[in-house]
């Protein structure tokens, strides 16, 4: 709170009292009174008139204050309303109680807006559920009946299984914690499952695969990596050039285990790399080669900040992207991720 404000807000306060005062000695002239007693009591009023507007600005400049210090140091401004002290003063109470009503009204409409977006997010994943049934039936129809056309049928529905699976992720990206369970993973078995995953589009692409020090173990959901590695994987596929090359790299480091995954495809543009991770970001290559989302790479990298885990990418120096997973070997670091 500013004093020279404060005092030019009461210039109507201060001008009438002025006037009060010149009057006063007036007064006390014309009753011959004397000079020094009109002095006095001049002095007096004006003394009270400081004493007076001191304390006003001192409970109302501690006051402000403490909201002020409260918003800075509080993330969710809209609880301050909860945590302030009422004041001695009758413009900080009306203050104070028009906040509560409005924190009360917007923590009325969060909730609102809460509950409206659960019983959405319930319905997708019942929806998704639900669609996986006759995709599954499908496939398994492909499998049991080879037609000429089985194989691209299943492919079609590898991809069409994948975009599901993402609107599954992404409807339950803003609580995942519930569908959280931390287990030791063997990265050779992880790798191999995901291969076998897409094995389907795989072939299409006549791919060579490479292998190295993948017989690691690190701690990880199992189903969120599989889906990250399936994410991972499935952009190699849409952005290759060429036979595919592929190559799957495990190592130590530190403390901590990285796992790549190398491939041959057109890269990233380096003004867009930077930006992978970024809600509905497609890039150049987005919006060139493939119809991209900008959905995958974010989902995977929330899921890997849940796990406390790193993901990165860069570009290949043979050509193509790296994608790299770092995973602490201390099993502590991902049961107390934030």
Known sequence: ????????????????????????????????????VSIFVCIMLFCADILSLGIEFWKKNAFYKQVENMLDSTKQKYLVAGLINVPDFYEGEIFTDSLHLIAKSMNDALEKYRIAQDEYREYIETWIHEVKIPISCIALQCE???????????????????????????????????????REINLNNLVHKALKSNSQALISCKPEIETNGLNQTVFADPKWLDFILNQILSNSIKYRQG??????????????IFLEIADNGIGIPKQDINRVFEKGFTGENGRKFAKSTGIGLYLCNTLCQKMNLKLSIRENTAGGTVVSLCFPKDRSHILFAD
């Open 1 to 36: 709170m500013n004093l020279i404000r404060f005092l030019k807000e009461k210039k109507i306060y201060l001008l009438l009292h002025l006037l009060v005062l010149i009057f006063l000695t007036f007064l006390f002239h014309a009753m011959n009174a004397g000079f020094w």
């Open 144 to 182: 049991n009946h080879a037609f000429e056309e089985s194989s691209t049928i299943s492919r079609e529905l590898k991809r069409i299984e994948n975009d599901v699976e993402q609107a599954l992720f992404y409807a339950r990206s803003f609580n995942v914690e519930k569908d959280y369970l931390i």
């Open 243 to 256: 036979s595919l090359k592929l190559c799957f790299t495990a190592f130590e480091k530190g403390n901590s």
